[in-house]
């Protein structure tokens, strides 16, 4: 499987099927059903680069998990986990939310999935587990109902085992708003701050690695790595969005920026514009 490049329609579309606090129906907020636990399964197929930076593309499959017991949320969504253990109420109201995050770092791991044969000169990453935290805080009932959630969150992650040993900080804002009780949308934007060690891992270019590839040598430095927006829909397909299947679909573009976008792996071998598309079915009960 390829890196998921946090798959951002995917993954913010999966937990806005699931939420507690429902979408307005034909008789009136009293009859949504605001509470309880719920779980979402599902599966996916992302068209996503074949590796961070390239300009070649492929479809991998994205298993998704996700759900909420007793108010606390969990995400398991292709290779990123979280969980927010600050308990949830239903309603119109404040969200404030933290806790562990952890993604399986595949970029570069497979050569096969590569396509530019100089970036496979550069050789393989072994995967990396990246492990951190988040906060954030929401608030459901802001623009179009007293139902729709505007949230503002940051994570840190950092490499643990494997080849990127580096950390990443992560800004997000995610908007939803439902339509009616079987059709939903939303927006997101986030970006990425990445250190050396990220760089290291997949951006430079070393003596050897330039002899083998061809690549110029390049080091760099860490900043500010990328940017990312997009916007996704879901629409239930049986019962409603709380309950029975559902279709997700959604879109993102990717910027990288600084040293991140110079290095020859993005700016020679790839493209510095990176688009992902996802569409899936799930399952929530």
Same mark, same amino acid.
């Given at each position: 499987?390829?890196?998921?490049?946090?798959?951002?329609?995917?993954?913010?579309? +999966?937990?806005?099927?699931?939420?507690? +606090?429902?979408?307005?129906? &034909? =008789?009136? &907020?009293? +009859?949504?059903?605001?509470?309880?636990?719920?779980?979402?399964?599902?599966?996916?197929?992302?068209?996503?680069?074949?590796?961070?930076?390239?300009?070649?593309?492929?479809?991998?499959?994205?298993? @998704?998990?996700?759900?909420?017991?007793?108010?606390?949320?969990?995400?398991?969504?292709?290779?990123?986990?979280?969980?927010?253990?600050?308990?949830?109420?239903?309603?119109?109201?404040?969200?404030?939310?933290?806790? &562990? @995050?952890?993604?399986?770092?595949?970029?570069? $791991? !497979?050569? $096969?999935?590569?396509?530019?044969?100089? !970036?496979?000169?550069?050789?393989?990453?072994?995967?990396?587990?990246?492990?951190?935290?988040?906060?954030?805080?929401?608030?459901?009932?802001?623009?179009?109902?007293?139902?729709?959630?505007? %949230?503002?969150?940051?994570?840190?992650?950092?490499?643990?085992?494997?080849?990127?040993?580096?950390?990443?900080?992560? &800004?997000?804002?995610?908007?939803?708003?439902?339509?009616?009780? =079987?059709?939903?949308?939303?927006?997101?934007?986030?970006?990425?701050?990445?250190?050396?060690?990220?760089?290291?891992?997949?951006?430079? @270019?070393?003596?050897?690695?330039?002899?083998?590839?061809?690549?110029?040598?390049?080091?760099?430095?860490?900043?500010?790595? $990328?940017?990312?927006?997009?916007?996704?829909? +879901? @629409?239930?397909?049986?019962?409603?969005?709380?309950?029975?299947? =559902?279709?997700?679909?959604?879109?993102?573009?990717?910027?990288?920026?600084?040293?991140?976008?110079?290095?020859?792996?993005? %700016?020679?071998?790839?493209?510095?514009?990176?688009?992902?598309?996802?569409?899936?079915?799930?399952?929530?009960?």
């Amino acid at each position: 499987m390829r890196l998921l490049l946090l798959a951002p329609a995917l993954l913010l579309a +999966t937990p806005a099927i699931a939420q507690d +606090t429902g979408s307005p129906g &034909p =008789k009136g &907020p009293e +009859t949504i059903d605001t509470g309880g636990d719920h779980v979402t399964i599902g599966v996916g197929g992302a068209y996503m680069p074949d590796y961070e930076g390239a300009d070649h593309y492929g479809i991998s499959a994205v298993p @998704v998990a996700i759900g909420s017991v007793s108010g606390f949320n969990f995400q398991l969504i292709g290779n990123r986990f979280s969980a927010d253990l600050i308990p949830n109420k239903p309603g119109p109201t404040w969200d404030l939310q933290a806790g &562990p @995050v952890a993604v399986l770092d595949l970029n570069r $791991s !497979v050569l $096969s999935y590569i396509d530019d044969r100089r !970036v496979r000169a550069l050789g393989k990453r072994d995967r990396s587990l990246e492990v951190g935290g988040y906060v954030g805080i929401g608030k459901t009932g802001v623009i179009t109902s007293q139902y729709d959630q505007l %949230s503002v969150s940051v994570s840190y992650r950092k490499g643990v085992i494997g080849d990127q040993r580096g950390a990443i900080w992560s &800004p997000t804002i995610n908007y939803l708003t439902p339509l009616s009780r =079987k059709a939903a949308v939303g927006l997101f934007a986030s970006a990425e701050h990445a250190d050396r060690k990220y760089g290291q891992a997949y951006f430079d @270019v070393s003596a050897a690695g330039s002899a083998a590839s061809g690549l110029p040598q390049f080091t760099t430095r860490g900043g500010w790595k $990328s940017w990312t927006a997009g916007g996704f829909v +879901t @629409v239930a397909l049986t019962g409603d969005l709380l309950h029975g299947f =559902k279709l997700v679909a959604g879109g993102s573009y990717k910027r990288m920026l600084n040293d991140f976008a110079d290095s020859p792996v993005v %700016s020679i071998a790839g493209n510095r514009n990176q688009w992902l598309a996802g569409a899936g079915l799930a399952y929530t009960f």
